[in-house]
Each structure stands twice: as structure tokens, then as C-alpha cells.
């Protein structure tokens, strides 16, 4: 994908978003198990405001007056709140995938969206340095989605919750530019 404005971006990944919650809220006294629960729960909602577009999708003949929300400026923000139990967050698997595996969050619920953001490596169509623009891309669009975006650590420990990947680019880079 391309545009006049001398950048070309290409799909990094798209953006499939679910429902994600602390493990003791999904079973707790008003437990999660499906899309109509989420009414006697918290919304986290983050700057991206999807949580009206998927309660269309899954509840889409019902109507939920007095939703509880609360807002954040950063998607990584509400993905902390529901760490801490205070609600229900929606926000791309990838993002949480380490999250999900470790059990500090769970899907209560198996239903999601698609949306049509996604992520995207963008660079200058002439970038000044070609040889490292095309290895760093090589080397970004070469990564499992979930390592582009996700480590080990808890979210609420990384100093930079919005890049997540755990690789070292610089020893890749390198060897890769001496390698011409």
C-alpha cells in the first residue's frame, strides 16, 4: 500500500480485538462467560472507543443502557487496569499474548472482532539508507505476530508497554550490514 506522500506501508498484522479480564473476575461473583455479562462489569476503554462497536456485533439485538466505562489515553493503560482486576479491557491478542500465557489475563469469552486499523511497517518509498530500511522490514515482517509485540515481563513492569519486542535488532543489524 502506498500514497503520495512518499511512503509505503506494508500489513504488519490486522487488528482482531477480544474481550480480556484478571482470571478472579472472569469466575468471581458475577462471572464472564459471554458477551451479556459484560453488563454487570467495568469497560476499560481506551482512545480507540471499539467497545460500542463490539457490543453491536455480539449483542446485536439487545440494547445496554448504564454501561460502566472507564477511559484511557493508552491501550496499554487499560490492559494494566484489567491486570489489576477493575474491569474488562478489549484490545488485540497480540498485545497480551504473554499476559494471556501466564495467566495474569484471560478470554472469558471466545467471541471477537475485526476491525479495519491494523498495524503497519511504514517507510520512505526513497529512504536514505535502503539497505538498513529493507533488513529492519525483512526482519519485522519475518517475526511470529506475537513476538513482534509481546515479552515475558508483565505489562505493568515494562518501561515502554507499546514496544514489546523482546529481540536485540542492533546484533541482527549489524550482521546483516556486514554482510554485503
Known amino acids: 500500500m502506498s500514497d503520495r506522500t512518499g511512503l509505503v506501508a506494508d500489513p504488519l498484522f490486522a487488528s482482531d480485538l ?7 473476575l472472569a469466575t468471581g461473583s458475577r462471572p464472564i462467560t459471554s458477551p451479556q455479562d459484560l453488563r454487570h462489569h467495568v469497560l476499560l476503554e481506551d482512545t480507540h472507543g471499539h467497545w460500542p462497536l463490539f457490543l453491536e456485533k455480539a449483542l446485536p439485538d439487545e440494547q445496554i443502557p448504564d454501561i460502566r466505562t472507564m477511559n484511557f ?9 484489567a491486570i489489576a482486576r477493575q474491569g474488562v479491557a478489549l484490545t488485540n491478542r497480540e498485545f497480551v499474548a504473554a499476559d494471556l500465557e501466564a495467566s495474569r489475563l484471560c478470554q472469558p469469552f471466545s467471541f471477537s472482532i475485526q476491525v479495519t486499523e491494523g498495524y503497519y511497517v511504514v517507510a520512505p518509498r526513497e529512504p536514505r539508507n535502503p539497505t538498513v530500511v529493507a533488513v529492519v522490514k525483512d ?7 506475537t513476538i513482534k509485540i509481546s515479552s515475558n515481563q508483565p505489562l505493568h513492569k515494562r518501561s515502554r ?3 514489546r519486542a523482546p529481540l536485540d535488532m542492533s546484533d541482527f543489524l549489524a550482521r546483516e550490514i556486514q554482510d554485503e
Open 73 to 81: 489515553s493508552q491501550t496499554s493503560l487499560a490492559i494494566d487496569a
Open 161 to 163: 508497554p507499546h514496544m
Open 18 to 24: 477480544i474481550a480480556i479480564c484478571h482470571p478472579d
Open 139 to 145: 526482519w519485522l515482517m519475518g517475526q511470529p505476530a
